[in-house]
């Protein structure tokens, strides 16, 4: 991969286009998913080596349609995976005292994968963006993403994290746990946030999150004493980690 660092980059959406004629794109919502594609593009255009690290949503976010009754309506979209490969490697996460298997799909459009896009998934995931389970989301796409890199044969000691909004925040909590130091784990890691709006926030109660985290390894972290600094009045705001 040459000289520079590869870029990781953590992101629930990624939007890139696959057919323009067609108007189809790979599953995004809005304005993040468009800035992760661009950043993706600009780094084909620097020859920046970059992973982004994103979740596969088979249906989308939503597509809106007006009936027979002049009523806007939304439905699923279906996302083609004909373009990508399933990749052999593996991860577990334990969510809910149960192993589960993280898997991913590859696509590289650019004939190379010195830019590529990993689509992370579980059996049984909601398959639409923004819906479903959030926290047990974000932990398979921080903690799953950085063992599923891992697994790939990754060196993680020579990459850079970037972490986009706070569902993606449980990555700085794994590299942590890998790195055994927080200095390393910062060095390597910058986060990212577009919004000061609350709700714009992944926020928890602190308990609620340690119980869905307490079975996996990383859950040992959040009973830590030292943890506590990033709780306040019992909940845990994941931009703040």
């Known amino acids: 991969m040459g000289d520079k660092e590869t870029i990781a980059s953590f992101c629930m959406e990624c939007g890139?286009?696959?057919?323009?004629?067609?108007?189809?794109?790979t599953p995004h919502a809005g304005g993040l998913g468009v800035l992760e594609g661009?950043?993706?593009?600009?780094?084909?255009?620097?020859?920046?080596?970059?992973?982004?690290?994103?979740?596969?949503?088979?249906?989308?976010?939503?597509?809106?349609?007006i009936d027979g009754n002049s009523e806007q309506v939304d439905l699923?979209?279906?996302f083609d995976m004909s373009l990508m490969e399933r990749r052999k490697e593996s991860a577990t996460v334990n969510i809910d005292q149960t192993e589960r298997e993280v898997f991913c799909y590859q696509y590289s459009p650019f004939g190379t994968d010195l830019q590529t896009v990993l689509y992370?998934?579980?059996d049984g995931m909601?398959?639409?963006?923004?819906?479903?389970?959030?926290?047990?989301?974000?932990?398979?796409?921080?903690i799953g993403g950085v063992?599923?890199?891992?697994?790939?044969?990754?060196?993680?000691?020579?990459?850079?994290?970037?972490?986009?909004?706070?569902?993606?925040?449980?990555?700085?909590?794994?590299?942590?746990?890998?790195?055994?130091?927080?200095?390393?784990?910062?060095?390597?890691?910058?986060?990212?946030?577009?919004?000061?709006?609350?709700?714009?926030?992944?926020?928890?109660d602190f308990g609620y999150a340690r119980q869905r985290l307490q079975d996996d390894p990383v859950g040992r972290l959040l009973s830590s004493a030292e943890f506590q600094r990033f709780v306040s009045d019992g909940v845990l705001n994941f931009s703040n980690l």
Request: net charge negative.
């Open 147 to 204: 063992r599923l890199l891992r697994e790939m044969g990754y060196d993680l000691y020579t990459m850079h994290f970037k972490i986009n909004e706070s569902n993606a925040a449980l990555t700085l909590i794994e590299l942590l746990r890998t790195f055994e130091s927080e200095e390393i784990a910062k060095t390597h890691s910058s986060f990212v946030t577009h919004t000061t709006l609350l709700h714009g926030h992944d926020v928890y």
């Open 120 to 122: 992370l998934s579980v």
């Open 16 to 25: 890139l286009i696959l057919d323009e004629k067609k108007g189809i794109a």
């Open 76 to 78: 699923d979209e279906r």
């Open 126 to 142: 909601d398959a639409r963006l923004y819906r479903g389970d959030k926290i047990a989301k974000s932990m398979i796409l921080g």
């Open 38 to 65: 661009d950043n993706f593009l600009t780094a084909r255009d620097l020859k920046q080596p970059y992973v982004a690290v994103s979740l596969l949503h088979h249906n989308g976010y939503v597509r809106q349609e």
